[in-house]
């Protein structure tokens, strides 16, 4: 349990300093990922549809 939390704590604080000194893009909202996502798997299928 201990191991967890200073693994979880570390990349806490890895993630908060990587936003806080680099220019980190913002990720878009889940639903926005899913359309895309859903999307992308669409177009690819009619690409690779049999006739």
Known sequence: MIK???TFGAGV???IY???NFEVPRVD???K????TSE???DFLDQHKKP
């Open 40 to 42: 992308k798997v669409k």
């Open 29 to 31: 909202e889940p639903v």
């Open 18 to 20: 990587i936003t806080q």
């Open 4 to 6: 967890f939390l200073l």
């Open 33 to 36: 990922l899913w359309d895309k």
């Open 13 to 15: 604080y890895t993630g």
